[in-house]
């Protein structure tokens, strides 16, 4: 593995749309993490897992987010309804058990038109 | 959210000057990590502090947990082009999820 993938690095959808993105980390890592990132803030935890299970989710993510992690390995992250204000780059990243730093991938960035 | 108070929010330096970015939590932290995120890029991960009053150095950088483990610095000397960017500090009060401060947009002049 070379780090982690992220998938599409771009998204642009219509309001109301659902969305989803994909992240495949790297392979020896348990723990997957969701992030979103808006200009000029630093990145707000979303929810993450350890193998398959979600083990944390933020009070900030709406019933429209869901995010999965099937047999402990890729993850999405799925947005239904899209509004204007989850415009912003979305960023995966993995960890080995939580306690080393997170290597992050190159993000997809999304924008609700 | 979790909130993380980090200052300066910006800081223009010229090269070869020092520059500090300081983090500081209202809460007693089980570790904290710094990252640093070019324009345009990803947060990539700096390192970890654990201990109480740890100090770790890479290369240039120098990087500090508070006796009480409730703040943090980081400290360039030196400053070159090479470390324009974003600098973030990542706490955790349980090692599990980290939350990220607002970052240190740092601006090196040639």
């Known amino acids: 593995d070379t780090g982690v993938s992220q998938d599409p690095r771009h998204k642009i959808t219509k309001r109301g749309q659902n969305v989803t993105f994909r992240c495949d980390p790297i392979?020896?890592?348990?723990?997957l993490y969701w992030y979103r990132q808006t200009l000029g803030q630093g990145p707000e935890f979303l929810t993450y897992f350890q193998n398959e299970a979600q083990l944390e989710k933020s009070r900030l993510l709406s019933d429209r987010f869901s995010a999965e992690r099937p047999k402990g390995s890729f993850s999405t992250l799925e947005i239904q309804r899209t509004e204007q204000g989850d415009s912003a780059m979305y960023l995966c990243?993995?960890?080995?058990?939580?306690?080393?730093?997170?290597?992050f991938g190159s993000g997809t960035r999304l924008t609700v038109v | 959210g979790q909130q993380v108070m980090q200052i300066p929010q910006y800081q223009h330096v010229q090269e070869g000057e020092d520059f500090t970015t300081y983090c500081n939590s209202s809460t007693t932290l089980s570790n904290i990590q710094w990252y640093k995120q070019r324009p345009g890029g990803h947060p990539v991960f700096l390192i970890q502090?654990?201990?109480?009053?740890e100090v770790k150095k890479q290369k240039r950088l120098t990087f500090q947990f508070g006796e009480a483990k409730k703040n943090s610095s980081l400290h360039i000397t030196a400053t070159q082009t090479t470390d324009v960017g974003t600098y973030f500090c990542a706490e955790s009060a349980t090692g599990n999820q980290f939350y990220f401060g607002t970052g240190t947009s740092l601006t090196v002049i040639p």
């Open positions: 392979s020896e890592h348990n723990r």
């Open positions: 502090l654990v201990k109480s009053g």
């Open positions: 990243a993995s960890s080995f058990r939580g306690y080393y730093g997170y290597t």
